[in-house]
């Protein structure tokens, strides 16, 4: 047996560190890097998404809390699935955000239920997995199992439990996270353990671990988290099939480690950034930053999400490729939309830069809710630009269980604050409190229809004058922004991050007008059949056709004699309107949004066109095609 298996044999003879019960915690670190953004908490959500959250929230949330699947293979190990362990932490994620945000008393206890029953599982020696003894990662050390999906599961439990002991007030989930993050370090901490050892993609798929290490971290201030979460990154330096940091810094492509497998790829960079929130180290930043700009600039379709291919039998449909094997029906995993969501949104909170929030709206508004079903209960585990069907399905997936998170997640992130402003950063109908924002009374209401509306109304409900700096983010999508004040228009100046700042004393009775200039886009990519491809966008929307059967809709060619980005070329407005779900009521009746709120989103016509040959065609926002059964078409060949 080797050095680290002989530590870990003394950790676990002795069993004290482990097991201890909890003392006093050291208070929480001053991080060495702190935000540009803030996020706040709405106290109401409407519109489209506020009807999406509200579906998950009253179904998809008790359907799976209800199903003894998240806490069978704790309870009872092995688990019926490598990574069964997952389902519970990022349950326990979603639904202490949502839970939060809505304060609802029998979520709050369904919560406290699962977090009690997950920490019982909890064994003497720290471990809350789901794998039979001889199968557990500690007694793998020397194997080096890269099968094994037990450091994976483990990261979640620790993310879902530090998530809700952020909110609750519970030594007992803060401590189950703390054992856990001991064993792991035992096995594969420092001084020279190796957590690439284990799991899949040379060990990308453990790798993960490494942002609810550094999350641990922030939580407890203890020295030897953030020890380990160093010694993990170093781990992913010196193994050559990963070294991400020295992969982005020579250039390479997010192709190159771990295969390019973009899920977990994506979720090591999440946690470079909490890495980088500790330690103030630029080498976490830079590296999450450029390989977003790959991703962005090579890896992401026109409805945002980041889509991969199987180049070689030894990686799979989940993982980037080179440009050149794009193709309409290149999937996009669900849980590679949420980690990317997730990821554009960390940025964002980093850098206060708008287009890492452009890219995060793009993706919502048309890969994530295109993969969450208007039935509120069903997802699809992967979605592609061309597909036969929308793939929903009841199943607890993987994929299912991160949906959620980036609903969640993206909630918080439509009105934020900076260090000298209120920060507009959707127009999605929301009511946010001005006391979470920046500490004044007040509230910040906006109203419309966006995203199916180039417009949006706002307002500022104060119980006095109040000089308050507003920025406002031109939406993926959009050319240009008009605003105007009590029908005065304003000319707010640009500032670095690309807001546009307008500096007033707002009075209660002041109305603000945003339109905007949401041009129809073409969108050209050749595909790996030689083909040349198009597809079609309007603002942060992109078009798609629904299919009933591909049969029944012969693909039509569609004549391109000169490439160009306007849209209109192609198509033409549509005389059919359909009507968003009516988010106003579905929420109202689950009792979670306050009558005052007056979202007004619930009546606004989806904007809708057609193709001008063959005529037939009629494209609507991507993410409601097809949802009515039947197929998706986004993208047509040209000749």
């Avoid at 920490?119 to 809350?128: D, I, L």
């Avoid at 830079?286 to 090579?298: H, L, R, Y």
């Avoid at 929308?390 to 900076?418: K, M, N, Q, W």
């Avoid at 500032?495 to 129809?520: E, I, S």
Wanted: with cysteine; hydrophobic share 40%; aromatic share 8%.
């Amino acid at each position: 047996m080797g050095t680290n298996g002989s530590l870990f044999l003394i950790g676990v003879l002795l069993g004290s560190a482990a097991t201890a019960p909890a003392s006093a915690a050291p208070p929480p670190p001053a991080l060495a890097v702190n935000n540009q953004v803030t996020a706040a908490v709405p106290a109401s959500v409407g519109g489209i998404l506020g009807a999406r959250l509200d579906l998950w929230r009253r179904v998809r949330l008790w359907r799976v809390v209800n199903n003894p699947f998240l806490l069978d293979g704790f309870a009872h190990p092995p688990g019926k699935h490598p990574w069964q362990g997952e389902h519970v932490g990022k349950w326990l994620h979603a639904a202490t955000l949502a839970a939060e945000a809505t304060g609802d008393v029998k979520l709050a206890a369904a919560l406290q239920e699962m977090v009690v029953k997950l920490v019982a599982t909890q064994q003497p020696n720290g471990y809350v997995g789901t794998y039979a003894p001889a199968q557990r990662f500690y007694n793998q050390i020397e194997k080096g199992d890269r099968s094994t999906w037990d450091i994976w599961t483990h990261r979640y439990v620790i993310h879902g439990l530090l998530s809700y002991s952020a909110t609750h007030d519970d030594p007992a989930a803060l401590q189950t996270s703390i054992n856990a993050a001991d064993l792991l370090a035992r096995a594969a901490g420092p001084p020279d353990g190796d957590i690439t050892r284990f799991g899949t993609r040379w060990g990308l798929s453990s790798a993960v671990l490494l942002e609810s290490v550094a999350m641990l971290y922030q939580r407890t201030g203890d020295a030897r988290h953030l020890a380990f979460a160093r010694h993990l990154a170093g781990s992913i330096e010196r193994n050559p099939h990963l070294r991400i940091i020295a992969a982005m810094r020579a250039g390479e492509d997010v192709t190159v480690s771990g295969d390019g497998k973009a899920y977990q790829l994506m979720a090591v960079l999440l946690g470079y950034l909490e890495l980088h929130r500790c330690t103030g180290e630029k080498d976490y930043l830079d590296t999450a930053v450029t390989a977003w700009e790959k991703i962005q600039a090579g890896h992401v379709n026109i409805t945002g999400g980041p889509w991969g291919y199987q180049v070689a039998p030894g990686t799979n449909h989940e993982c980037f490729a080179a440009p050149g094997f794009f193709h309409p029906t290149c999937c996009v995993e669900t849980c590679s939309t949420t980690t990317w969501i997730q990821l554009c949104l960390s940025l964002f909170e980093l850098t206060g830069g708008s287009r890492y929030a452009d890219a995060a709206e793009r993706a919502l508004f048309n890969q994530l809710l295109g993969a969450q079903s208007p039935n509120g209960n069903d997802w699809a585990y992967h979605s592609m630009l061309n597909m036969p069907d929308r793939g929903y399905e009841d199943t607890i997936t993987c994929c299912a269980s991160s949906g959620p998170r980036a609903l969640e997640v993206f909630a918080r992130h439509l009105v934020c604050a900076s260090k000298d402003a209120v920060i507009i950063n959707s127009y999605v109908p929301v009511v946010v409190s001005l006391a979470r924002l920046v500490g004044q009374p007040g509230t910040v209401i906006i109203e419309g229809g966006y995203p199916f509306a180039a417009e949006s109304r706002l307002r500022f409900d104060l119980p006095a004058p109040t000089v308050l700096t507003v920025d406002f983010r031109l939406p993926a999508g959009a050319a240009s922004l008009e605003l105007s004040v009590n029908g005065k228009l304003e000319r707010p100046e640009r500032t670095a991050q690309g807001m546009f700042r307008l500096r007033r004393t707002w009075n209660a009775d002041d109305r603000v007008a945003v339109r905007f200039d949401f041009p129809l886009r073409s969108h050209f990519q050749t595909g790996s059949d030689g083909v040349r491809w198009i597809g079609f966008s309007w603002g942060p929307l992109a078009l798609a056709q629904s299919v009933t059967a591909q049969t029944d809709h012969p693909l039509p060619v569609l004549a391109s004699y000169q490439e160009s980005d306007d849209g209109n070329r192609w198509l033409e407005p549509a005389a059919v309107t359909r009507k968003p779900p009516r988010a106003v009521d579905n929420v109202a009746e689950a009792g979670i949004l306050k009558s005052e709120a007056r979202l007004a989103a619930s009546t606004v016509s989806v904007p809708s066109w057609r193709l001008k040959a063959p005529r037939r065609i009629i494209l609507v926002p991507y993410f409601l095609a097809g949802t009515e059964g039947g197929g998706v078409r986004t993208m047509f060949p040209t000749r």
